[in-house]
């Protein structure tokens, strides 16, 4: 299986070694040369040859990444533009950003239709950072004339508009954003800079359908054409379609600016074994598990539901070491193993999994450890796992 690779695998542990009688499992563990590693392949694919604007292409979501130390790898490859669903991640990007002087570099659409209540604690974020670009997102015409009036005066802030391509998750259809464009060419206080279309239903093989809901994207864009005084972006697909937007004719042409946002190619799991196969990807997050019980055909590890891919099914992770054990369904803090064939670790023994679903499990680390050939190991804050409280005032003590 390409990205699952035992030797890698190996070495990573071997490399964990001095550290292992005194690192507790179950951790989050990061191997930055293999995220470096993905990231130029991510580039290569937009378009090296592009002569440094392969960069431009590119809105990764951060909802993979979650810690600073990781999306500073992206700006170290000229990578600041990009895309976050929570308050979390959009304030773990400008503080960041403010900490290395590079405000007014960042530029985050924050895709996620806002209530009321988080867009002002979205606002007062960005009023924080000002140099920084944020974009926000727009469910309906309806939601965007509701974002206007409560952005009131101050900086118009950057709008998406929200398309629905066929997910049917959020947003709205192109006939009905088409007809409102009247309607949004009074907006006051936001400027419409782009549609977004996630296509996040489609498949890696579903060529045809992805390239008839871009069609219906560039025809939508057409319309909102007179809008706005920069050419629209236009954002679309994730880590499972980002290959059939950017050989769309119509998505490279035309005159706006196409970028696509997959993010979880940044690390890599099971379920981007397509993208992985086609970028040679390298898998560069692994949780560290520990055998704590064994039986005649059976281990159980430290790695239960609350410790990796907790949204996916049985098997929920692999282990390039030991591909003979299939994970079976984890219970919060376990994770028993079938032996399929093979040798069974012994107990107490160090495993790396590989998680079927990346971003959820990132999002169960406050920490990770991070490992760099030549380099020391360091540990980093995954800032922003989980959900803090926001408030828009300070009602809170
Ligand atoms: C709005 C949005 N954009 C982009 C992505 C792409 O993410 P990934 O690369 O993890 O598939 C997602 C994934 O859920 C998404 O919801």
Aim: hydrophobic fraction near 45%.
């Amino acid at each position: 299986m390409p990205g699952l690779d035992a030797a890698r695998a190996a070495a990573l542990l071997a490399d964990l070694g001095p550290l292992l009688p005194g690192l507790a499992s179950p951790a989050l563990v990061v191997d930055l040369d293999a995220v470096d590693h993905n990231i130029a392949a991510v580039l290569r694919r937009c378009g090296d040859d592009l002569g440094g604007r392969a960069a431009d292409r590119w809105r990764p979501h951060v909802k993979t990444l979650k810690a600073a130390a990781l999306v500073r790898r992206l700006w170290a490859a000229g990578v600041f533009r990009c895309k976050c669903a929570t308050l979390d991640e959009l304030q773990l990007l400008l503080e960041a950003a403010a900490e290395d002087g590079r405000e007014d570099s960042l530029d985050v659409l924050l895709a996620y239709p806002l209530h009321e209540a988080a867009f002002h604690a979205a606002q007062r974020l960005a009023a924080a950072h000002p140099a920084a670009r944020v974009h926000l997102l727009a469910d309906s015409p309806d939601h965007a004339l509701a974002l206007d009036r409560w952005a009131g005066p101050g900086r118009p802030l950057d709008l998406h508009l929200d398309v629905d391509l066929g997910m049917a998750r959020t947003g709205s259809p192109p006939a009905i954003w088409s007809d409102a464009v009247a309607r949004l060419s009074s907006l006051s206080h936001l400027r419409i800079v782009g549609l977004h279309g996630y296509e996040g239903h489609l498949a890696w093989s579903q060529t045809d359908e992805a390239a008839a809901a871009y069609d219906r994207l560039c025809d939508l864009a057409a319309a909102f054409a007179c809008i706005g005084t920069e050419p629209l972006e236009l954002v679309t697909s994730g880590t499972h379609s980002f290959s059939a937007a950017l050989d769309h004719p119509r998505l490279n042409g035309g005159s706006w600016r196409h970028r696509i946002s997959p993010g979880t190619v940044v690390l890599s799991d099971l379920r981007s074994q397509p993208a992985a196969a086609l970028l040679g990807l390298q898998q560069a997050a692994y949780v560290l598990a520990r055998v704590i019980s064994r039986g005649s055909d059976r281990v159980t590890l430290d790695a239960g539901s609350k410790a990796i891919a907790p949204d996916r099914p049985a098997p929920n992770c692999r282990l390039p070491a030991w591909p003979g054990l299939v994970a079976l369904s984890p219970s919060e803090e376990h994770l028993p193993l079938r032996r399929e064939h093979g040798a069974l670790p012994e107990p107490g023994a160090a495993v790396l999994l590989v998680p079927d679903h990346v971003c959820t499990t990132v999002n169960l680390y406050r920490e990770c450890l991070l490992f760099r050939s030549g380099h020391s190991p360091a540990r980093a804050p995954v800032g922003a796992s989980g959900h803090r409280l926001f408030s828009a005032q300070d009602l809170l003590a």
